[in-house]
């Protein structure tokens, strides 16, 4: 069973951190990551850059429209992801309560759809 | 009403929440589970009727539901060669192809319990968990729970797909969780049970039999949790609560249907043998040394049940426990409740300072409880104008038909 784990948190609030503080966090995040790595949980993940490189593209009869920004404007911005396997919704919201953004972002979890069918289920 | 159908309806408010969980852990599809346990009610309707019931109803329920489960997972699955819809259960099923005739073996005493946790998972809303849990365990229709919440029975059926797809899409497991999860958790399912008791023993508008379900129903679960997982002294603390609760709901209501505080209620109206029980379980719980919420709770109504008349009621020991109560739970409600007790142990004029501390954060503000305790202090202590105020911001802020009723005497009382 995949899920993903999609990492919210205050971009203002990681600008502020000091560089050493920073470090340390993407310190824990490598920690994590080599740990998710080892017990066969990954799949993928990335940190994404700052909401101020976003895009959105929406195609309307046919014409490709580009804006500049988030799909949303939201409290808490999507900063990066993980893509897990995991063998049921407790193992993966405890995979998630270990990623470091969970104790001053929020991160969500979702099923990844892995067939056809369920889409329409 | 025949004796076939009585027994049917006994052993399906007994039965349903056990046969359902092991129909559930070999399906792993609450659907199928349900479909096929109804399949087996409706078939010992006529089969009961007119060659009356067998000797062990829950048993033959449990095969014919079983043997109708196994239909139903072959159906799905030649339904399914093409189009799959069973992800969640595929990998059960698979070892399910060669299965076993029933016999007591495929009923661990543990599916109920995995079943409770699931339908209290937190990831469910706690809507969805109320109705889940009653429909699952307790076998209420759905019918039965839209009319006890007042709430369209559309809105509920549809809040019930959801839960289960839920349960299936994002693969809410169905298993006793890990010990690192098992208290909050099991707290998770003291409240929804709590909250079920509470539904039905608040006396809001609706059916009052129904109401009545719902506490019956509430106390069933706790008794089936406590003798699931007994080492848990919150299970009979949370049952003793609403045994010791639910042995006022007579004497609750005057025969005008009208609210009787505890103060003046006919005491022997009491059921005495919910008292009996309940006071045990307290015991019991309290030696255990692990002493939380529901407990301190049912340690406060043992001392309401315990006193013979009103003014026999040992306040200090109520407020000791209140005090206890408000080291592990900083609620205003909680406070609200000590500073009611300490008025009655300590006098008037203490107690509303204490009211007035518990509501200055202005988290009370509009708790008609809050407003009813404070006209009632200042009532006591003959401030009537001040009281006709709270009383009529509290009548204002209930919308309970019976506890609006009782505030207006009491505002009468005081404006005379």
Known sequence: MKYMLLIYDKEQDWAKLSEAEQRQVYGEYMKFTEGIIASGNYLAGAQLHPIATASSVRVRDGKELVTDGPFAETHEQLGGYYLIEARSLDEATSIAARIPSSRFGTVEVRPVVERQAEATA | ????????????????????????????????????????????????????????????????????LLDAVRREKTKTEKQIELTYEAERLRTYDEPAPPDEAMEYPDDRLRLIFTCCHPSLSLEARVALTLRTLGGLTTSEIARAFLTPEPTLAQRLVRARNKIRIAKIPYEVPSLNLMSDRLAAVQAVIYLIFNEGYSATAGDSLVRRDLCAEAIRLARVLCELSPGEPENPGLLALMLLQDSRREARMNENGEFVTLEEQD?????????????????????????????????????????????????????????????????????????????????????????????????????????????????????????????TRAISLTTNHVEQQYLRKRLNEVAE
């Open chain 2, 1 to 68: 009403m025949s004796e076939a159908s009585e027994t049917l309806e006994q052993v399906f408010r007994e039965e349903y929440g056990r046969i359902i969980a092991t129909l559930i852990r070999l399906s792993g599809s609450f659907d199928l589970a349900e479909e096929s346990l109804q399949e087996a009610f409706a078939s010992a309707a006529a089969n009961w009727e007119s060659g009356g019931a067998p000797r062990n109803p829950g048993a033959w329920l449990t095969t014919v539901a079983h043997r109708k």
């Open chain 2, 267 to 391: 005491r022997s109206r009491w059921d005495r043998r919910e008292i009996e029980e309940g006071l045990r379980l307290v015991e019991t719980a309290l030696r255990q040394r692990s002493v939380r919420n529901y407990q301190l709770q049912a340690a406060i109504a043992a001392v309401h049940a315990e006193a013979k008349t009103a003014e026999e009621t040992d306040w200090r020991q109520i407020v000791a426990l209140y005090k206890e109560l408000m080291r592990i739970n900083s609620s205003a409600i909680v406070a609200l409740n000590h500073a009611a007790a300490v008025a009655m142990s300590e006098g008037f004029e203490k107690g509303l300072i204490l009211v007035e501390e518990a509501g200055a954060s202005g988290r009370l503000d509009h708790y008609y409880l809050f407003h009813a305790a404070r006209a009632d202090l200042l009532r006591r202590l003959h401030r009537s104008q001040e009281a006709a105020t709270a009383y």
